[in-house]
């Protein structure tokens, strides 16, 4: 069955630097998706993406997250300036269309530590 | 807002005990709902969905859930529990015309052999 693949598993940056992470969404699948699940609480939707633009985004995705697809193949999303408070597991999802009761497909997810 | 609720943090069962998790959902409008799964190390995977029709939904591996909207629930049940079903359960609701999925905090489920 195909997957999301993220990479890395883990990633440990100092506060003030950019981190990005990186998902391989379903081949054939259209919209994509980041969430975060900071540690003990929800997972929280932050933005989601279709034919290169973002289609809807939470409060959380600031001006200091941004999203690309840089390739046909790549989808990532970028943390300008991490603070503590991005410390948490990352997860990209991807469907294969954008209808509300297409499901999402997850990957293992990014725990991100930042020091 | 919209928001998902899971009532049990932390469920310990007995392998063939029944299980039966709850989710109630607060929504205005058409809402979709999902049950996914967590195993161990592993990903989100989903169980089941209910978007419209029946409102008892089957899964994977013996899971069911049944949609009472007069109650905005959405729990899920599987007569007997095996080992393997120790993960982390958590229900999801998505608007029909958006994109976010709204999580649950998730219900810890182990099953003692």
């Known amino acids: 069955e195909p997957e999301v693949t993220q990479t890395p598993s883990h990633q440990v940056t100092q506060m003030g630097q950019e981190v990005i992470l990186r998902c391989v969404p379903i081949?054939?699948?259209?919209?994509f998706y980041w969430y975060r699940q900071i540690l003990g609480q929800k997972v929280e939707f932050l933005v989601s993406f279709y034919n290169n633009e973002i289609s809807e985004k939470s409060e959380i995705f600031d001006d200091q997250f941004s999203v690309e697809r840089p390739d046909g193949s790549n989808f990532t999303l970028k943390i300008r300036s991490t603070k503590l408070e991005d410390s948490a597991m990352y997860f990209c999802?991807?469907?294969?269309?954008?209808?509300?009761?297409?499901?999402?497909?997850f990957g293992d997810g990014t725990r991100l530590s930042i020091l | 807002a919209q928001s998902v609720s899971q009532h049990n943090h932390h469920v310990i069962l007995s392998e063939a005990a029944s299980l039966e998790l709850g989710c109630n959902y607060s929504?205005?409008?058409?809402?979709?709902l999902f049950w996914y799964v967590q195993y161990p190390g592993q990903h989100l995977q989903l169980l089941l969905k209910y978007f419209s029709g029946d409102p008892l939904v089957k899964g994977i591996k013996g899971f069911e859930a049944e949609f009472i909207k007069s109650k905005f629930s959405f729990n899920l049940r599987k007569p007997s529990v095996q080992w393997s079903d120790t993960a982390e359960y958590f229900c999801?609701?998505?608007?029909?015309?958006?994109?976010?999925?709204?999580f649950g905090g998730g219900t810890r489920l182990m099953v003692k052999p």
């Open positions: 929504y205005g409008g058409t809402v979709n």
């Open positions: 999802a991807s469907s294969e269309l954008g209808q509300g009761n297409q499901p999402q497909h």
């Open positions: 081949s054939n699948h259209l919209y």
């Open positions: 999801a609701a998505r608007k029909n015309a958006g994109n976010m999925l709204t």
